[in-house]
């Protein structure tokens, strides 16, 4: 019946009669994995089964996707002998170490345990599938062609699912905006609960946990099952990361994400929600901040009077395309820029076709120029508020090995280079040093048009170093003797550990040493 407790005895009895010792001197433990697994309709009746067999020498652990599990079914907080029950969140594991006690050195392979995130199942099924996909392809194949490899490794993985994948949504905002909820949460009829996504292991619950909720990471099986409209951008991101660590590999990686991002956000909705997503957030910590934060932990350099950037909020619905230019963002020859031979991304409504022009940007934008000497900044990024305003953040990406390198030089000489070359688009506003030569025509920039101050700018150092207060004072003296007239942000490690988010914390470790 609900409450006998025999068959777990007979287990026991049988153990012992099997070893012929006595039940006293054995210490037992029952494992119950996924214990809603075990009786989905009532799994308290398991529970209590095994609960009122234990004692000083029986033990029991259970697992859940969801601490809500036992506590939805009044389960007292005791076991049966009394002893308290402590829940324990179940990480993801470390890859690092996990490779390290393989002693597997081989790059591509680190890359694909990386991208896992952690997953155990996943990490499992990448050893599996290495192998096999290895006797298809030569070793010359190999070496040439590793990233058609390590994708080919990922889609075997895939196929290797025992379940049907959770039509991706909402979810994949959650995961990629460190976004605190509950595993039960709906997030929509269309994409299902998120504690299916998490067991299927399209996300991971492994970063935080508390009682009730997770902040979950998208997974390689969640990048790879991703089939809805933005599946372009989110392949390029992923062919991105399994390409050898590298400043270009960063700067590319940076450009795709915020472009993910900006397009996950520009759906406009959470929930049935608007999102009211703050752009730049200055604290170093997201304990009492707004969920929705593009960039937290942002060092406030300088900010103009009367500049809006601190509370500025991005307006939902915008449109994030990706353009990759073939000239420097600053120069507009006639007929507009043109998009790159090369681009990062092409599929319709996020990166133009190769060979359009782009005379006018729009809300929600992402430039990234391929030209050889693109001054002053790597990447822009264009948008409005809901109250019509509009800013444009121009991106400055610093790769080092060691965290100490970058100078207080390097990041005052980007704002001499930004603010000479906004100097000819505004005629008001003074150059440092020596004024450039060229004068252009502001109204043919599609960089520039909209904007009609440089308070409406900000050049922000997206950067892996961890600068010292020394280097910080310098810029802020800089920028306040020389009256620099648009925003300087700083994006420390720290902040931009933040943005990546848990998802992308193991895949990118190469990019964050420690040294």
């Known amino acids: 019946d609900d409450t006998t407790s025999l068959p777990l005895d007979v287990i026991l009895y049988d153990f012992c009669l099997a070893n012929n010792v006595q039940r006293n001197d054995v210490k037992t433990v029952f494992l119950v994995d996924e214990l809603v697994r075990s009786d989905r309709d009532n799994p308290e009746l398991v529970y209590k089964s095994v609960v009122n067999v234990l004692g000083p020498k029986v033990g029991a652990v259970f697992t859940a996707l969801e601490t809500t599990t036992l506590a939805d079914a ?10 308290p029950l402590t829940w324990l969140p179940l990480p993801a594991l470390d890859v690092n170490e996990w490779l390290a006690n393989q002693n597997i050195r081989d790059e591509a392979k680190r890359r694909l345990y990386y991208l896992t995130g952690g997953h155990p199942r996943t990490m499992e099924w990448v050893k599996d599938a290495i192998p096999i996909v290895a006797r298809a392809v030569d070793s010359v194949a190999y070496r040439i062609r590793q990233v058609e490899f390590e994708r080919e490794v990922a889609i075997a993985v895939i196929t290797r699912s025992e379940k049907k994948p959770a039509p991706p949504g909402e979810w994949l905002l959650a995961g990629l905006s460190s976004q605190r909820l509950k595993t039960t949460d709906t997030c929509s009829s269309a994409s299902g609960t998120l504690g299916a996504a998490i067991g299927c292991g399209q996300l991971i619950n ?56 900006a397009r996950l956000y520009g759906g406009g909705k959470y929930k049935g929600k608007v999102l009211d997503v703050q752009l730049f957030w200055a604290a170093h910590t997201d304990n009492k901040v707004d969920d929705w934060t593009l960039f937290r932990g942002a060092a406030m350099i300088h900010i103009p009077t009367g500049s809006v950037v601190k509370k500025f909020k991005m307006k939902p619905e915008a449109t994030g395309r990706l353009l990759t230019i073939a000239e420097s963002a600053w120069t507009t020859p006639e007929g507009g820029w043109t998009v790159a031979e090369e681009p990062l991304v092409v599929a319709p409504g996020i990166g133009p076709t190769p060979g359009s022009h782009i005379t006018e940007l729009e ?39 060691n965290t100490n390198k970058l100078a207080a030089n390097t990041l005052t000489d980007k704002i001499r280079i930004v603010n000479s070359h906004l100097a000819q688009f505004f005629e008001d506003m003074p150059a440092i040093g020596e004024a450039r030569k060229a004068k252009k025509d502001k109204s043919t920039s599609p960089l520039l048009q909209s904007i009609t101050s440089p308070s409406q700018v900000t050049l922000c150092f997206a950067t892996s170093s961890e600068p010292s207060d020394r280097v910080i004072s310098t810029v802020e003296s800089y920028a306040e003797e020389h009256n620099v ?24 470790d190469a990019f964050w040493p420690c040294t």
């Open 74 to 83: 009044n389960v007292d907080s005791t076991a049966g002998s009394g002893r």
């Open 206 to 261: 492994g970063r935080t946990s508390s009682e009730a909720t997770v902040i979950p990471r998208v997974s390689l099986f969640g990048w790879f099952s991703n089939k809805h409209a933005d599946q372009a951008l989110h392949d390029a991101l992923l062919i991105m990361l399994f390409r050898k660590p590298s400043w270009s590999v960063f700067e590319k990686v940076f450009v795709l994400l915020l472009a993910t991002q």
């Open 485 to 508: 007239p648009f925003n300087v942000v700083l994006l420390d490690k720290a902040a931009m550990k933040k943005f990546f988010s848990p998802s992308f914390e193991q895949p990118l």
């Open 363 to 401: 809300p929600g934008d992402v430039v990234y120029s391929r030209h050889k000497t693109q001054p002053g900044f790597d990447s822009a990024f264009y948008v409005h508020s809901a109250e019509g305003a509009r800013h444009l953040v121009l991106f400055e990406n610093k790769l080092y090995t």
